[in-house]
């Protein structure tokens, strides 16, 4: 088998729904960044075998080939839409990396795009062809509606289950936002950021305190353990991309830093409890290939909600200070179908500053208590 390597990784700003992104559809969010990708990369579009994009809430067709043919890649180069909720751009990347490993591709472009924003209005037809006049936020992630929870009601019975404060919740977000902001002053985020019209940077990490996400809205949960406001991710539009090549290509290229992605993994655990996915499918991971998380450098952990970040890094056994290490969701927003190409892009980015060698995991949750791991290890410079 042929090993896959990751030399680009980029990403738009993540904004929340309604913002600075919102006048654009998937194919114009999702298109500058492919074609910086391309730009980092040294590749041209002929050289793109595939082109695969996770997405959760555009309602069907096939955004991914719209933001192939919009970002100037030829027509001959196919492209494919995959919808794993949360997991999707994550899921992509992965799908990528078999094809390159299986011989069937040379270069892969994935990731995830999403828009809130631009999401469309959903309504039910029932047997007799009759269309509901309401219509509807999620479709059902299991066939069962008692195991089938809102994602916030999942996140607070997660916290009363595990007997996670709402103070440590809290605490969380403040840490989250805080490295996110010195992250972006000190310039670490600029080289994955590619400028959008009006946005050119993530628009929501701000300066938190304990008491203000104490004292923000309450969303779900028994008091002591619930999810307020301010320890949930905010809805938001963002895109993320990958470079992907086999070892022939990259053989022919001048790539100045690359990663190999070391392994890939999905697994499902009880759907009532959806954030506990992770766990399942890292440990997957680590069993399957021997690994021992104590020797990684760097993890980037899904943060849709503080108290599911919590509860995967705490049964992991994880160092805190390896985790999100320039902040996470909660400081800049979930764009559901592009969140797990997001934590790949950060990963990609945090291994640039360490040694050869040196390895990271992206994990992350979807809804109906399925979860996705990737492992990344940094080449030679």
Known sequence: MSAAWMIAARRSPVVPRGGALAALDVDA????VIRATLVDAVVSAADVDEVILG???YGGGNPARRAALLAGLGEE??????????CSGLDAIALGARLIESGAADCVLAGGVESYSRAPERHAVDAAGAVSSTPYARPPFTPWPDRDPEMTEAAAALAVHLGISAKR?????????????????AGALSPELVEMPEAAWDAYMRALTTST??????????EGFEVRAATAAVSADAAAMVCLVSERLLSRLASAFCCRIEGAASAGCDPALPGLAPVAATRKLAARDGLNLETLQVFEVMEAYAAQAIA?????????DRVNRSGG??????????????LAVRLFHELHGEEAGARGLAAIASAGGLGT???LQRGAA
């Open 77 to 86: 180069t196919p492209a494919l839409t995959l919808d794993r909720q949360c």
């Open 29 to 32: 969010l999702a298109a500058p």
């Open 169 to 185: 919740q809290a605490d969380w977000a403040v840490e989250s936002h805080a490295r996110a902001l010195a992250a972006d002053r």
């Open 329 to 342: 969701a909660l400081a800049r927003g979930h764009p559901i179908g592009a969140s797990g190409a997001i």
């Open 213 to 222: 996400c104490m004292r923000s809205r309450h969303l779900a949960g028994a």
């Open 55 to 57: 997405n959760g809430l």
């Open 312 to 320: 995967c890094v705490d049964a992991l056994g994880l160092d805190t």
């Open 373 to 375: 791991a990737l492992l």
